[in-house]
């Protein structure tokens, strides 16, 4: 079954509750290696996105994912916005004009936006960034090509959710953490977090 540019806008704003819902846990988590502004940042960016939403929902898929890539790079201050509205950016490149999302679009946006985090960040598996939640969770979501949009996302999250935990026995090579260096071993890097809840979000709107 493939995904609406409605399909879309609906798991942006399910996106949205979740992140509202675990503001605090990333506030928590940044607070640790970071300047405790992930979760309110992110928080403020995707509520930014439901009232863009609110005003007009784009034609396509792509121009959905677009609004929300624009809304992130305007509204989110520190690293979380130009990560993730890169990610979104190249997404919605890949998306093109289909009026439909189905798997094997859905792997190309999800590798573009991986390949847009890595442009803009730098960084690589190892380094304790989101970086080391979205490789597994590509690599979990092509393993599961053969099943639907719903399989393939959730597969995605539980890939995230695995490279999230690896980040808690990294030192961190990226971003203000690795200022800290051994002393930010044991704590989770709070963007590989949001990564694993945002493709959770995405999995369930789906299901």
Same mark, same amino acid.
């Given at each position: 079954?493939?995904?609406?540019?409605?399909?879309?806008?609906?798991?942006?704003?399910?996106?949205?509750?979740?992140?509202?819902?675990?503001?605090?846990?990333?506030?928590?988590?940044?607070?640790?290696?970071?300047?405790?502004?992930?979760?309110?940042?992110?928080?403020?960016?995707?509520?930014?996105?439901? %009232? =863009?939403? !609110?005003? $007009?929902?784009?034609? &396509?898929? #792509?121009? *959905?994912?677009?609004? /929300? +890539?624009?809304?992130?790079?305007?509204?989110?201050?520190?690293?979380?916005?130009?990560?993730?509205?890169?990610?979104?950016?190249?997404?919605?490149?890949?998306?093109?004009?289909?009026?439909?999302?189905?798997?094997?679009?859905?792997?190309?946006?999800?590798?573009?936006?991986?390949?847009?985090?890595?442009?803009?960040?730098?960084?690589?598996?190892?380094?304790?960034?989101?970086?080391?939640?979205?490789?597994?969770?590509? %690599? =979990?979501? !092509?393993? $599961?090509?053969?099943? &639907?949009? #719903?399989? *393939?996302?959730?597969? /995605? +999250?539980?890939?995230?959710?695995?490279?999230?935990?690896?980040?808690?026995?990294?030192?961190?090579?990226?971003?203000?953490?690795?200022?800290?260096?051994?002393?930010?071993?044991?704590?989770?890097?709070?963007?590989?977090?949001?990564?694993?809840?945002?493709?959770?979000?995405?999995?369930?709107?789906?299901?």
């Amino acid at each position: 079954m493939a995904c609406s540019a409605e399909g879309v806008a609906a798991a942006l704003r399910a996106a949205a509750e979740v992140i509202a819902e675990h503001r605090t846990e990333l506030v928590d988590l940044d607070r640790a290696i970071g300047d405790a502004d992930h979760g309110e940042n992110l928080s403020r960016g995707f509520t930014a996105i439901v %009232s =863009a939403l !609110e005003t $007009a929902v784009p034609e &396509t898929p #792509a121009g *959905v994912v677009k609004l /929300a +890539a624009t809304t992130l790079i305007s509204k989110v201050g520190g690293a979380a916005g130009p990560l993730y509205g890169t990610a979104f950016l190249r997404a919605s490149a890949k998306l093109g004009d289909a009026a439909e999302i189905d798997v094997p679009l859905l792997l190309d946006a999800l590798r573009a936006a991986l390949e847009g985090v890595q442009a803009r960040g730098k960084a690589v598996g190892g380094d304790a960034t989101m970086v080391d939640a979205l490789i597994p969770a590509i %690599s =979990a979501a !092509e393993g $599961a090509a053969d099943g &639907t949009i #719903a399989d *393939v996302l959730t597969a /995605a +999250a539980d890939g995230a959710d695995r490279g999230a935990e690896s980040t808690v026995d990294l030192v961190p090579r990226k971003g203000r953490a690795s200022y800290l260096g051994e002393r930010a071993v044991g704590h989770m890097d709070p963007g590989a977090r949001s990564t694993a809840l945002l493709l959770r979000a995405f999995a369930e709107a789906a299901r």
